[in-house]
């Protein structure tokens, strides 16, 4: 049982590609202390589109006989993959292929009527990414490939890369953080953090934050950012407050929406 359990714990993940963290560009929040009322925006970061990188050295790569040659000038969209060793923030994936025609009537034939209705998914894809954070792309990930050995990341000949960063996401894609005053409960004040992502509200895991304020000043870390509460009207629910730290420079993992 003991040998099998390290077995399990020693397998290699089977790595899915999953949409790209986005970057939290600076924000927009207002420097010094504020007065909030309820209802009133605090802290705003707009959000950047996923970083993009375009191929300065030629890669070629051959695993489990999947070859690629990445020439100069080829583009990498961004990308997460979560379980790879050293957890890179992001990864950057080759464009995912739709099998061509030949594999799969290929497929079709080993699996009859039934594989030619449904043909067999034969797609692979290349991810790579910067372990020492040197600008130069050092370790790729077959994603889709089969068996441990398939799926382990390797070290590949470092090739350097531009790096495309810091552009909008446009239509007001945003973080804010939303002053709710007391909520229903006096010894604590609340905090919304809100995602707008182009021009519409999207969920958050954790939305509402409680600062406690028993004893002020006092202060709550939402989303990163350092809000300090200095004081605080009971009767008009305004509070003076200041961000100590902004919502940027970090990234944010955009919940999936659910169909």
Same mark, same amino acid.
């Given at each position: ?9 020693? &397998? ?120 020492? !954070? ?11 490939? &089969? ?62 934050? &409680? ?32 961000? !100590? ?12 929406? &659910?169909?």
């Amino acid at each position: 049982m003991a040998a099998a359990l390290l077995l399990a714990a020693a &397998k290699t993940p089977d790595y899915k590609v999953k949409p790209a963290s986005v970057p939290l560009l600076p924000g927009r929040t207002l420097k010094g202390e504020q007065i909030a009322v309820p209802g009133a925006i605090i802290a705003q970061s707009p959000l950047g589109r996923p970083e993009t990188v375009l191929l300065v050295d030629p890669i070629a790569l051959d695993r489990l006989g999947q070859k690629r040659n990445f020439t100069r000038e080829t583009v990498f969209e961004s990308a997460r993959v979560d379980g790879i060793p050293g957890d890179p923030p992001v990864v950057f994936c080759e464009t995912e292929q739709d099998p061509s025609l030949a594999k799969a009537m290929v497929g079709s034939m080993g699996f009859g009527l039934v594989g030619l209705l449904r043909p067999t998914k034969l797609v692979t894809r290349y991810c790579l990414y910067d372990a020492n !954070d040197d600008e130069t792309l050092d370790h790729a990930i077959l994603i889709g490939a &089969k068996g441990d050995s398939g799926r382990e990341p390797f070290a590949i000949t470092p090739a350097h890369y531009g790096l495309i960063r810091g552009m909008l996401l446009g239509n007001g894609s945003e973080l804010r953080l939303r002053y709710a005053g007391t909520a229903g409960d006096k010894d604590s004040l609340s905090v919304d953090a809100e995602l707008i992502l182009y021009g519409m509200n999207r969920p958050l895991p954790e939305t509402r934050h &409680k600062i406690s304020i028993a004893k002020l000043p006092a202060y709550g870390v939402i989303q990163g950012a350092v809000v300090t509460v200095l004081e605080f009207d009971p009767e008009t629910k305004i509070a003076r407050i200041r961000i !100590d730290r902004d919502l940027a420079p970090g990234r944010l993992v955009v919940p999936e929406q &659910k169909p």
